[in-house]
C-alpha cells in the first residue's frame, strides 16, 4: 500500500506541469488579443505589428488545445468562422481538453468579435497548420481566409494581410501548386492597389515575382515590376527580398552591374536570423562578380554559418581565379546537384568563357611571346581544331582589351606588350570614384532610414512660437511702459 501510495504522489506533478504550461500560451494569446483591440479601436497599426511578433515568438509553443480556447475566447461558439476555422484543428485528449475549457471558462469570450481579431484567429490556424505539415488543410484554411480579406477595408488589417498572403503562398508552394494561384495574386495585387494598401502592394508583388521566377518566367517578371507602382519601402524584410528578385531578373539580363549592386544591398538589408536567404544573396552575388571579371575576397566565404553552403562556390571561384579549365569542368560536374538545386547552373556555364579569359590573361603576363600552340595546351582545350580556337579566343581578347598585345599570323604568335604603370591611367580614379559613391549612397540611405518621435517637429514648432510670443509680449509691454512714463 505504501508503494501505491508514492507512485500516486509521483505521478501527480506532470498533471500539474501540463496545467501550468497549458494556460500560459493561452494567457499570452489573450494578452495578444487586447493588444490587437486596443489598436484596432485606437487605429494604431504598430500595435498590430507588436501583437503579430509576439505571435511569431509563441509559434513553436502553440498546441491544438491552446488554439482551440483561445477560439472559443475570441469567436462566438457556433457561429460560422468559429465552426470553420476549429474544424481545421486535431481534437487533443481529455486532459488536455478539460485544462482549456477551466482555463477558458475563467473568462467570458468576446461577444462581437472584431475583423482584425478574426483575421488574427485565421492566421494563427493556418500557422499551426503549416508546422504540423498538414498543407492540404493549410491550403483550405488559407483560401477561406483570403476570401473574408477581400471583404474588409481597414487599414488595420493591413500587416495581418500581408501575412497571410505570405502563408497562403507558401502553403501552394509547398504542395507544388504555385501555378494555380497566380490568378489570385494579380487580383488580390489590384485590390491592394485600390485600397492604398502600401504594404500588401509589396508582399504581393514579391509573392508574384517569386512565383514567376519558380517557373523561369523572367521576362514577364520584368514586366510586372517595370510596371508596378513605386512607393517608399514600409517593411526592410519585403524591400531586401524585393532586391534579391531584382538583382536575379538582372543577371539573367546580363545587367550585371545593377545585378550586383542589387544582391548585395539585399544581403546587407537581410535580418541577421534570416541566414538561408542571406546564404543564397551571396551565392547569386558571387557569380554575378564572377561573371564581372572580379575574384570575390576569401572573407566572403568565411561568415559565420555560410562555409558549408558557400563551399561548392569556394573551389569554383578558385578554379576561376586560376584560369584553369580543367578544374573548373571537374568542380562544375562534382557540385552539378547543387548548383542545379540554386537555380544557378545556367550562370555557370556562362562562366567557361571568364575561365579561359583569365588563363589567357595569365599567359599574356607570363610570356612575352608564346605559340599559339602552346596557348592552346595551357587553356586545355579540348576541341577538335584547338589552335584554330586559340587563335579565335586571343584575337577576341585583344579586341574586347581583355589583354595588350598582338598576333603574329604568320609565325603563330602571341606577342605581349610591355605592362605600363597602371598609376598613369585613369583605373585608380574610377576605382576611388566608385568607393565614394557607394559610401554617398549608404549614407543617405542611413539618413533616409532615421526615425524621430511622432509629431517631434510641431512640437518644437509650437515651442519656438511659444517664446517669440514671449518675446513680442515683453517688448510690447516695456513699449507700453515706455509710452505711460512719456504721458506724464
Not at 475583423?115 to 508546422?131: A, G, R, S
Not at 477581400?150 to 507544388?176: H, I, P, Q, W
Not at 544582391?263 to 562578380?289: E, H, Y
Not at 597602371?422 to 565614394?436: C, G, H, K, L
Amino acid at each position: 500500500m505504501t508503494q501505491d501510495v508514492e507512485m500516486k504522489e509521483q505521478a501527480a506533478p506532470p498533471s500539474n506541469s501540463l496545467s501550468s504550461t497549458a494556460p500560459s500560451i493561452f494567457h499570452h494569446l489573450k494578452e495578444i488579443a487586447s493588444l490587437i483591440e486596443t489598436g484596432a479601436y485606437a487605429r494604431e497599426v504598430r500595435r498590430i505589428s507588436r501583437a503579430v511578433r509576439l505571435t511569431m515568438a509563441l509559434r513553436k509553443k502553440l498546441k491544438a488545445s491552446s488554439l482551440s480556447a483561445f477560439l472559443n475566447y475570441v469567436l462566438v461558439p457556433g457561429s460560422e468562422v468559429h465552426s470553420r476555422l476549429s474544424s481545421f484543428l486535431p481534437k487533443e485528449d481529455e486532459q488536455d481538453m478539460e485544462v482549456d475549457t477551466a482555463t477558458s471558462g475563467a473568462q467570458a469570450p468576446i461577444k462581437n468579435p472584431l475583423p482584425e481579431l478574426e483575421i488574427y484567429c485565421y492566421l494563427l490556424v493556418l500557422i499551426f497548420l503549416i508546422d504540423q505539415k498538414k498543407y492540404n488543410e493549410a491550403k483550405a484554411c488559407s483560401s477561406a481566409s483570403i476570401a473574408r480579406l477581400k471583404a474588409v477595408n481597414r487599414r488595420t488589417v493591413d500587416v495581418l494581410a500581408s501575412r497571410l498572403y505570405f502563408y497562403y503562398s507558401l502553403c501552394y508552394e509547398l504542395t507544388g501548386d504555385l501555378a494555380e494561384i497566380r490568378g489570385n495574386l494579380l487580383a488580390l495585387h489590384r485590390i491592394a492597389t485600390l485600397r492604398h494598401d502600401e504594404l500588401g502592394q509589396e508582399t504581393l508583388l514579391n509573392l508574384l515575382l517569386r512565383n514567376y521566377l519558380h517557373y523561369n518566367l523572367y521576362d514577364q517578371a520584368e514586366k510586372l515590376r517595370s510596371k508596378a507602382p513605386r512607393f517608399e519601402a514600409h517593411s526592410n524584410q519585403q524591400f531586401s527580398r524585393y532586391l534579391f528578385y531584382l538583382g536575379k531578373i538582372r543577371t539573367i539580363q546580363l545587367e550585371y552591374t545593377d545585378a550586383k549592386e542589387s544582391l548585395l544591398q539585399a544581403a546587407r538589408k537581410a535580418p541577421q536570423a534570416a541566414l538561408g536567404f542571406r546564404v543564397q544573396c551571396n551565392k547569386w552575388a558571387i557569380i554575378v562578380r564572377l561573371l564581372l571579371g572580379e575574384i570575390p575576397e576569401r572573407t566572403v566565404f568565411m561568415q559565420k554559418g555560410m562555409e558549408k553552403a558557400l563551399r561548392p562556390y569556394f573551389e569554383l571561384t578558385n578554379a576561376v581565379r586560376i584560369g584553369d579549365l580543367e578544374l573548373f569542368r571537374k568542380v562544375a560536374e562534382k557540385f552539378s546537384s547543387t548548383f542545379s538545386s540554386d537555380g544557378t547552373n545556367n550562370l555557370i556555364v556562362r562562366l567557361r568563357h571568364n575561365v579561359i579569359r583569365t588563363g589567357l590573361r595569365n599567359i599574356s603576363i607570363s610570356y612575352s611571346r608564346i605559340s599559339l600552340v602552346d596557348v592552346a595546351k595551357k587553356l586545355r582545350l579540348d576541341s577538335p581544331n584547338p589552335v584554330a580556337d586559340a587563335e579565335s579566343i586571343v584575337s577576341k581578347a585583344i579586341r574586347d582589351g581583355a589583354i595588350d598585345a598582338t598576333l603574329d599570323h604568320a609565325n603563330g604568335w602571341m606577342v605581349s606588350k610591355e605592362t605600363g604603370d597602371i598609376y598613369s591611367t585613369n583605373e585608380p580614379q574610377i576605382a576611388f570614384n566608385s568607393r565614394i559613391a557607394f559610401c554617398l549612397n549608404m549614407h543617405n540611405e542611413a539618413v533616409r532610414a532615421l526615425r524621430f518621435p511622432p509629431n517631434s517637429h510641431k512640437e518644437k514648432e509650437s515651442a519656438e512660437k511659444r517664446r517669440e510670443r514671449q518675446q513680442q509680449e515683453q517688448e510690447l509691454a516695456k513699449h507700453i511702459a515706455e509710452e505711460d512714463d512719456d504721458d506724464f
